[in-house]
């Protein structure tokens, strides 16, 4: 992995990197940011999952997590949204599929397959990139945000030895029942319904029950609140299954990272609890 | 004024306005935040002035300002860094002159002296706006990245009624002497020298001495502190004049909004001080 530019916040750093990624075929950006604590020790890491339309640009520039990290002495790890690049297939115009919208699922149809393969490479490929070249030591959390809500959810409920706890903002929590869920899995996976509940939250929840500490922050003025995101479904999924994991309920907040901005501590500090035992 | 967007944001409002500026002949948008305390009385606010390229969401969206504001009940007032619109003179292809580069002075040359008002309007215009139609005291600070560094010092020390403390990230410090300066004042203000004297803030300290509370923030590994900021220059000024303002000088940070989302809690603290008595 090559070093594209570092810059020092909050006492840290915050870096961009590259690196060619071999489970999705391409040249692959990522950020991260390293605390102060991290030039005298390996530190834990919360890997952000960021939504549709986004880069590792966005929760690195917009949410104000830094300055929570350096306190908590937590690493960031913030992924792209995708592969990239011009051989990587994409859909023309749609910013709800392809580049920008890799669901964090491996594609089993045509065109996709090839590259788009987002679960494993962030499950797999990146903790041990980053693992082996960055002060880090092996206690991983897991968040994101809307796209990279489900993502967070569905990556830590189905790898509880991976990870110590996770949490989201705004999650597709239904994927399966709405239609950005529904447009992205009969593309990436085919008609086959059986085969989107591994990726579905909601399903993970009743097949496996809340395998880890779990958070949820959703704002009541979130446009997508109804029609794709379904806190209620994922609220009475946990209440059916007797997990503990909590979904807040916040109003008058949106979808924008100004809603993520304001929770952005309560949610780091709830991973600090799992990481720095 | 009309409201363009409304957002929650730390238990305030983060808003954005449109209005037509009769001092700046054009349509012009401009953000602020509220804090919870604007709620139930009027409150002091901080004008936060933007660098080239900017318009006023890049403070609102990167500086984490809002988490601070909100807990110490100042608004923020976010203006855009020129007038703007199609009949607005603009400079092709050139950064740092034109649309994204009002400089903040009260241009006296063709072909921009009909648009190009930025002083008058942050100075009076805005404010008498804001005032009347915002739960705002008359009570004022301002701040600035970069150019908005400049336009902050500029201002706050010819206005030392109008507002009680200055702050700049990174200021332009002594514009008639740099690259950037040299460039927009002899456009904006022709080649006499003499006029661009009230419109340099190491100028004004000679002339005025230091009028009101000042705070300089800088980084030491920024790109252009050398060749087009200056800080020694404005710090021996400062200290020349027997003023008390700081210039804090940070190593290893840039020209980044990493840098003032570091340090956005001391500057929106210095200023609080003084706001609130």
Chains 1, 2 share one sequence.
């Not at 909590?246 to 709830?270: C, N, T």
Request: glycine share 8%; charged share 20%.
């Amino acid at each position: 992995m090559e070093l594209v530019s570092e810059t020092r916040c909050f006492d840290g750093r915050q870096q961009q990197y590259q690196h060619q990624s071999s489970t999705l075929n391409c040249n692959m950006q990522f950020s991260v940011y390293l605390p102060p604590a991290a030039e005298h020790k390996p530190v834990p890491a919360v890997y952000f999952l960021s939504g549709l339309t986004c880069t590792d640009q966005n929760f690195a520039t917009k949410a104000g997590a830094q300055r929570v990290a350096a306190n908590l002495g937590l690493a960031l790890i913030i992924p792209d949204t995708s592969p990239r690049g011009d051989d990587v297939a994409d859909a023309d115009g749609e910013y709800d599929l392809g580049c920008g919208a890799g669901f964090y699922l491996n594609a089993t149809q045509q065109p996709w397959r090839q590259h788009y393969q987002m679960y494993d490479y962030i499950v797999s490929e990146l903790p041990q990139l980053v693992e082996q070249h960055l002060p880090l030591n092996d206690r991983r959390a897991i968040a994101g945000h809307s796209m990279g809500g489900h993502g967070a959810l569905v990556i830590g409920l189905r790898n509880p030895a991976r990870y110590l706890s996770c949490s989201a903002f705004s999650p597709i929590s239904n994927p399966s029942n709405c239609p950005w869920g529904e447009k992205a899995f009969s593309a990436y996976l085919g008609d086959d319904k059986a085969a989107w509940k591994q990726y579905d939250s909601c399903e993970l929840l009743r097949e496996f029950g809340q395998t880890l500490p779990l958070r949820v922050d959703q704002g009541l003025a979130d446009n997508f609140l109804d029609q794709q995101l379904k806190p209620e479904v994922l609220k009475q999924t946990l209440s059916d299954v007797g997990g503990d994991g909590k979904v807040h309920l916040h109003e008058g907040y949106d979808h924008s990272y100004y809603f993520i901005a304001s929770f952005i501590e309560e949610q780091l500090r709830f991973h600090a609890r799992y990481l720095q035992q």
